[in-house]
């Protein structure tokens, strides 16, 4: 019961990494929305593994199928199947994790809340199960940009200790995709990706931020008092996996501020009411201003590694684990499409619920 | 739609904060539960404004009343309304609110969305909404103790730039409680103090970091992949007025560690699964293992400061806000049993949904 | 977690019915609704006991104060909260229940459920729960008649197997009220409250049938495949106090006829889609079609009555029961309001969810 | 966002009836539970088309695979996506439907509605969305009767007006299936099957009722006051393609009884409290009491019919609708399987709901 997300955009994800097939239902989105398989493939196709030097060398396709809910390249306001087969499971990589636990994943805690765990691959908590997050994320994107004009752009902020200057007022996507790391600083790119390197060869991982910029967003969005913008924005992002922190515009920076320097005056822009200064993140009081909206996600290091670990069995004796297989030193550059999708996906449900909350009017 | 938290254990607040009354229903609370006014009363008291110097010199009693669900001393199954009538409405403080935008609150926002706000005191974007929070928390904190032993302790770790050193292992709620701003390192608290009573001398604001602590939360609470534990607390700390940060563990701080330290190694513990570090923050997968649940939240410097601003009224005119009345120049304390209250909300709502989800077994 | 109903337009009750109050919350409620709480009021007195020799002389005055959610004769989008205070509670009419379970009441169920009930007048179970949902249902109406000019009229359509003729197309509130058992058919309303009192006499009860016809419904309400506008509708009548089945436009006498009579054919009047016939009752496919939606619901005899039956108490003991205290022989005419807010309730909320679904398009 | 039904045992269908595929997620099963694909075959070849000489010709062969959530033979307790191919989908049949509105079918309210549809044999609001419903249900039943010992026995109880007595108390599902009508009582099935072989000469169709029985129950399953165990059968039924009505217990025909002779009287079966009598239909106060649960859904005749009827085409103008392709004259043989499956969906998620709410205690 708990595979779901989003009110009137709904999605729900299923499949385990290493079963037959993994996808996504999306009800809910809008009918009569121009969609095509492409416009999904593209983004899965900035999420999948061996993209790149620096991230896992499995192949895995990853070709997506729209098995319903479009008819005639139209979205029919009915539920919309996204499935991916799986493929290239060499599950021998996997006979090591039957029994024994890896630190800091997931294995003990699934066994002890569910008494059972597909073994091969991590199950639902493998990063596989972020498929069918882009997959849905690729619809609520076209839908926010063919009805406001929002553009959603994600970027790699920081790896490790190296940090990115980036201006999320004019980043573009090409500037994102104009290296393998994701990071539109292309200096601190450079340093970025040798450090990646770096840690691959030591058989050890790297973590890092991502951080997320939303433009043309509408004014009215969110939905106060829990379901603020920022309150599921923040929930989407600490559901994917790895993710240990959020922040929505200045975070914890701005705790070391005072009011007088941190709050956004207003002012009046040919009409428009805007504020000089964004450390609200364009959220204030749970609801979108029309400013950008600026998020940032924590992504602790990948906690596969090549290294020997302390470790015990599911009988609770001791042991030791070494991380067999192709993994991803870091997961930042992969995590950009998901972090992307995530918000999409709470700016779209947002979008239909203030639509419904308020698009009646009778005076 | 959207002022109700939690499936099972299922809280619903409403009021403005100079409307007749505000307060809470609990829907979903287990029967049998033993439950006195006093028990939120307790609660009460530590959130409400005017408790010492360095907070607003309000005067709200803030007394609750239970209207519904508590019979002969004990938890009926159905809902719990706690009721709290407003008193000390000052409305003339509030009239220079009418037209004129606040910078970094809700006025604009509201505006935008509803097409109509109670500007009498922020409406639902006061702090007072908090109120029907921190009674459903402190029945939240009932049950979890007498049904798991759980222990919720929460505390200010910093204020301004200002930070405390607090083991979240050992903390208790006597050492929070033993000083004013409710940071248990008591040099710092000395320090923060001081430095909150300066700021109130300029008519401005401070934020800061509240850490919260969960002790004896047994393994498996938690339902991935979108309502993982730390993903439902970072939705509810969000959905706090003023907060733009969340980590749960080793959140930003992580990023900056490698795998090969990050990891916390499993080890038996007489017979109990356990790790030796926590970097993980007592969830791994989403999902409980048994560990203390560490999580912070970040709060920005209050928005109403008594310094001149400038801001637009709701036609657009450029305009000047003061802010009047009696505010709290630093939120900190105060948001200490709130957010305790969100922890434990949560994770009495994910204590349910496991019982309903894997309680019932066939083998 | 189970007191709460609508998606968008979201009512959750809460009260005993001898506990100190009892209400409603409504979340969703669009902002700049013109609201007074004689709005309210109004239904209240529609529904409250005392009001004719046919019903219970309980005086329950059941005075409505609107609490929160309400500003300056507007609603705000935020939660409306209606309390009615309890009083004339003489609950020493209710000792005889403490421990003995009244047949086809739910004492005994409530016991197995929850193991503790609020034995005085039947708690959430008492009719006195429908309080809130009048309330609610006459905020559902306002909205409904301000957006659409929706018209809802309900009346007592049988009572025992005395049946009236009424036209729901034409049937007007009015001749609703022209009498105490809310049968708008005036000869066959003389038998029925004949009827009644020679139950009343016998220490008796009766069941019956209300129907109830909203108008001008826009085509386009309900949402498959689930949320069928009939779906809730049903449930939302099922959810009633002592409601045994529901129909909607031909129900279970349409099983009787063939396809080539039961189908309505389409034509064209004057640029409107209409339906010749409406056995659909008004909804097709699960979705409004435009035409009056005419629903049934079948209410036993109240489960109270004043001979002496046989029962168990609580430790299983046989024991008997005799009715005593002040109870409707026939819960009709008073049910004919609860019906209309139900109905009320759910047109508003498929409403909002039909809004926010389909109002934005890109084309 | 309205393709999911359940709060706990949560199932969201997908697939318009010519798409690619059409299917469900259960999300919410309970982990550990012993399922194959052959549980749920069995169900769907009761539901499929072409069955006998009295069903649709259509060969559909419906074969499920289960594409996720199950392990090694056990449930995961992660979501389980079943898939059904669409085949044989000729759909050359359903040229004429691309423009002209089918009477009484959901052609024109989808248009209404989402302003497009899928025109080749109704889409969503094709009797093929029920394949989903179906294949959940048989997992609901696996569990319930693992659990509990449940057993769901639904049956042809009407069709047109011949009427089957058949006692819900001992009826077996080899009586059901013991003709091909579905109805247990012989003699009377026999006249249903000659009226059902002569309404599809006169190219006419009939509709009827279906009963189905829940034996075994536990008492105390049904939250008040909303979600009522009847109101979320009521539902689920209504939900339903071509369901006009519902009845629990004594239903429709109670309302014309007395209290003194509808009310089950309790008395103490060697130590579990039972009644005498089950007009109640084995729910009370909206809790199951432990007595055998009895509902009926009335079917209208199915609204496909080989005459010809007044219709209008999408853009008003006056038309003739003649049905072709191969269709149901009667669908409520087949309706049998999905009504059961109803049923056990609803009972599923209520069973879990109950052991969420009251399974943890603390006394």
């Known amino acids: 019961m708990s595979n779901t997300l989003g009110e009137m955009f709904r999605i729900s994800t299923w499949g385990e990494s290493h079963g037959d097939a993994i996808g996504v239902t999306v009800d809910g989105c809008p009918p009569r929305l121009p969609l095509d398989v492409a416009d999904i493939q593209k983004e899965l196709d900035r999420r999948r593994p061996g993209q790149s030097e620096i991230s896992t060398q499995r192949k895995e396709g990853d070709q997506a199928e729209i098995l319903s809910g479009v008819f005639e390249g139209l979205t029919l306001g009915t539920p919309i199947l996204v499935s991916v087969w799986n493929r290239d ?13 890896r630190p800091s994943h997931a294995d003990y805690t699934y ?8 073994w091969m691959g991590g199950g639902r908590a493998s990063a596989r199960e972020t498929i069918g997050r882009v997959a849905a994320g690729a619809i609520a994107k076209k839908f926010l940009a063919a009805a406001f004009g929002v553009e959603i752009v994600g970027y790699v902020k920081q790896v490790w200790t190296i940090n990115a200057q980036v201006d999320p007022d004019t980043v573009t996507q090409a500037d994102v995709e104009s290296n393998i790391v ?8 450079f340093q970025m990706i040798e450090r990646i390197k770096e840690a691959r060869k030591d058989g050890d991982s790297l973590g890092g931020v991502v951080e997320c910029v939303a433009r043309n967003v509408p004014p009215g969005l969110g939905e106060p008092v829990f379901d603020k ?9 600490l559901s994917m996996p790895a993710c240990k922190g959020f922040e929505v515009g200045s975070g914890f920076a701005g705790t070391t501020m005072t009011g007088s320097t941190h709050n956004d005056p207003f002012y009046n822009d040919g009409g428009r009411i805007r ?16 400013e950008n909206i600026v998020i940032r996600g924590a992504f602790k290091p990948t906690a596969t590694i090549l290294q020997a670990q302390e470790t015990v069995d599911n009988e609770g004796n001791t042991a030791v684990m070494k991380g067999r297989g192709r993994h991803d030193p870091c997961v930042l550059p992969r995590a950009v499409p998901i972090v992307e999708s995530m918000m999409a996906l709470v700016l779209a449900d947002h979008a239909l619920r203030h639509q419904g909350q308020t698009g009646i009017t009778f005076e």
């Open 89 to 101: 499971a060499r599950s021998r990589d996997y006979e090591h994790m039957r029994t024994t636990y």
């Open 111 to 118: 066994d002890a809340k569910y008494g059972i765990r597909n």
């Open 182 to 189: 994701r990071c539109p600083d292309e200096d601190v790119a």
């Open 229 to 237: 913008l920022e309150a599921d924005l923040a929930k989407s992002l």
């Open 275 to 290: 504020t000089r200064t964004n450390y609200s993140g364009g959220i204030q009081g749970g609801i979108s201003n029309g």
